[in-house]
């Protein structure tokens, strides 16, 4: 099996809700969740809004591609409420947010992909402490 890391957030609404109703989703349509972080409540980053965010990380053990999850992590968002994603660097109020963090093949290589669709590892993640910090309680060797 592979591995890939997400992080999940949700400002708008039941939090915990929806970040549990997506790691469900997750667990029955990607793959099965083996570790999974602590919730923490965050300040929006990269764009001003009154509602704080409550955010985690999980590591998923799936057989599908990363563009495969990509696309299952967008469909879970969409049935959960969020109808737009943020783009150009203009981020808005959101129900749920999946980011695919890092992927691992099953023979323990990172996969690299910088395309317009996906880029692995995530770009911004290490400027992200609402990323670093649930990333580092799952997996403290991935944190250098």
């Known amino acids: 099996m592979n591995t890939v890391y997400l992080s999940l957030g949700s400002n708008l609404g039941d939090r915990q809700a929806l970040i549990e109703q997506a790691m469900k989703l997750i667990g029955s349509e990607v793959g099965q969740i083996v570790r999974a972080s602590d919730f923490i409540e965050t300040q929006p980053w990269g764009f001003d809004s009154e509602n704080a965010f409550l955010n985690m990380a999980a590591k998923v053990e799936t057989g599908f591609s990363p563009i495969d999850v990509l696309h299952a992590t967008q469909d879970i968002?969409?049935?959960?409420?969020?109808?737009?994603?943020?783009?150009?660097?203009?981020?808005?109020?959101?129900?749920?947010?999946?980011?695919?963090?890092?992927?691992?093949?099953?023979d323990g290589?990172?996969?690299?992909?910088?395309?317009?669709?996906?880029?692995?590892?995530?770009?911004?993640?290490?400027?992200?402490?609402?990323?670093?910090?649930?990333?580092?309680?799952?997996?403290?060797?991935?944190?250098?």
């Open 77 to 106: 968002e969409r049935r959960l409420g969020r109808t737009e994603k943020s783009s150009g660097g203009h981020y808005h109020d959101r129900p749920i947010d999946i980011d695919l963090l890092m992927y691992f093949e099953s």
């Open 109 to 144: 290589s990172e996969t690299i992909i910088n395309t317009r669709e996906l880029t692995l590892p995530h770009p911004l993640m290490r400027k992200r402490q609402f990323v670093m910090e649930p990333l580092a309680q799952i997996a403290p060797e991935l944190i250098d």
